[in-house]
């Protein structure tokens, strides 16, 4: 089966006429939809709501943008000072978000979003730019090839179309499960390379409690309505971990199944996950947290359970109760795990808490290496 295609043609008959076979209802904030175009809202093809976890100032990419709907609400979260930025690959459904953007901005006033075509799973390739070379430079022969390999390699190195590091929080609404088995490892990559150290990804996608026999993916119907593709539940939350994202949280898993297929239930779950802040000398933000610490060796945070102990996704070890000056620093970064820890006062200053000389997201510190503080 050619994945693509086939996900190509229903979302492109989809943009131009409802399909409710692949709506799955959500409650999204009201207050935000009644700026839509009603046509926008109709073709709501999203399983969960991803705008719920967006601020104000943010710059956000959404993958898979369809219609516009999501890029929308998040274009009020962020307000005139974020940005907002729409992927999609087909044709028809950039036409109906381009077009839709225009009322937005006018009920809205402000207009923060744009809609560019590109495959999530290869985010440096700006599409609408490889159309408009291809009608330049059609491909009648082997060294027209090479000059279209030739322009894509210096847009990849020097002009990609989602630069490295400049997206605050990457959102995703029941898109990821349409990309091709062998092209899901290349999209979580992508999704990592995108985003700024400490920056976030917020996806909603349909999940699978086990995994999808290969005569079902092979079924063009069922691949394409968002329900073969769909990862296993654990491998979902895997595939972010292999792609070096950590504080990974499965934020809402819907209770019921959307749908039963074959004794196999798809339901929709919306997962949060980090890129870490970097761990390199001179980097900013450690610095300040080191600085912090340093000026505050009044404070304490402790892991305050309900668990006896926990492991971040860095091997980290926090134990109940237990003070750590890595924890601080740990919390003082991760608003991921803040709200794990409780602060207090050292009366104590001539004994300090444990403290490590790494600071404070390289790992083994006095809460590495799976031993506690
Ligand atoms: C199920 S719809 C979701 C649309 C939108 N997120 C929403 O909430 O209504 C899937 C969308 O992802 C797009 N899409 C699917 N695979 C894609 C890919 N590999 N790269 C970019 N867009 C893709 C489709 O064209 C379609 O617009």
Known sequence: MNTEKVVRERYADAALQREPALCCPVDYDAQYLSAIPQEVIDRDYGCGDPSKHVRVGETVLDLGSG????????????????????????????????????????NIGYDNVEFRKGKIQDLAVDRDAVDRFLIEN?????????????????????????????????????????????????????????????????????????????????????????LSGAFERSAFLEAFEQAGFVDIRIQHLQPEPWQTIDGLAFRSATVIAYRPHLASEGDEVIEQT?????????????????FKYVVDDEGRMYTRGEACEDALAQAAQREAIADQFAVFENSSKSSPAKTTATLPMAGGGCCGGGSSC
């Open 138 to 226: 059609p491909v009648k022969d082997e060294m027209g090839l090479r000059s279209l390999e030739q322009y894509l390699e210096t847009m990849r190195t020097s002009n990609p179309m989602i630069a490295d590091e400049s997206i605050d929080v990457v959102v995703s609404n029941c898109v990821l499960n349409l990309v091709a088995s062998d092209e899901k490892e290349l999209l979580f990559d992508e999704i990592f390379r995108v985003l700024r150290p400490g920056g976030r990804a917020v996806i909603s996608d349909i999940v699978c409690d086990q995994e999808v026999p290969l005569e079902m993916q092979l079924d063009a119907e069922l691949w394409s309505g968002c």
């Open 290 to 306: 080191a600085e912090y610490l340093r000026s505050r060796d009044d404070v304490r945070r402790v892991y305050q359970g309900p």
């Open 67 to 106: 219609g516009g709907k999501i890029c929308f609400i998040a274009s009020q979260v962020v307000g005139p000072t974020g940005q907002v930025i729409g992927v999609d690959l087909n044709d028809e459904m950039l036409s109906l978000a381009r077009k839709s953007k225009v009322t937005l901005a006018a």
